[in-house]
């Protein structure tokens, strides 16, 4: 699927979620860095376009693991959990993609959930807010990956497994 297919299929999947998170995630969505973007400078979806392909591709497989069940939540924390890769690399030729001094000294984990909290603060019940950080900053899946708290949650568990079956190239 190629990175236009992979924007129209999950603003698909945003459009089946309540209000307000279906509006938050267009501002990930609606952001032309965002589907520019590379998934990473050098280990999976490292080109221009690869998060856009990537975030599908952890889309899909969430929903597989859920059985097309969708929890809004969940198809939240998939939007943004990469979002601020948008920070950690500069894609200024084809092939140069630069790794940006954010990716150490905050790095798209904490960064998107900050992000997230930042644009959603008093617009979701503090409950859904706590429920969708968790799930943000633990997408990693342990501590030494890169996470500040490791997965708590059935769907903590999902999202993680979503994602690193999505930068392995083993997809649902
Ligand atoms: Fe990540
Ligand atoms: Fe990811």
Redesign the pocket.
């Known amino acids: 699927m190629d990175h236009e297919q992979a924007l129209k299929s999950l603003r698909d999947v945003n459009n089946m979620i309540k209000e307000p998170l279906r509006t938050l995630n267009k501002i990930v969505l609606d952001d032309t860095n965002f589907y520019q973007a590379p998934g990473g400078a050098e280990h999976h979806h490292n080109y221009r376009h690869g998060l856009v392909i990537?975030v599908n591709e952890?889309m899909n497989n969430a929903l597989a693991m859920t059985e097309g069940q969708i929890s809004g939540n969940l198809v939240t924390a998939v939007i943004w959990?990469?979002y601020m890769k948008i920070k950690d690399y500069g894609w200024f030729g084809l092939d140069n993609i630069t790794k940006e001094p954010y990716r150490k000294l905050i790095n798209h984990v904490s960064g998107s959930a900050m992000e997230f909290h930042r644009l959603a603060y008093g617009k979701v019940p503090t409950h859904t807010l706590e429920r969708i950080e968790h799930l943000l900053l633990s997408?990693h899946g342990r501590k030494e990956w890169g996470s500040p708290v490791e997965p708590a949650t059935a769907e903590a568990l999902i999202l993680h497994a979503a994602?690193m079956m999505?930068?392995r190239g083993v997809n649902l």
């Open positions: 990537h952890v959990h990469d997408h994602d999505s930068s």
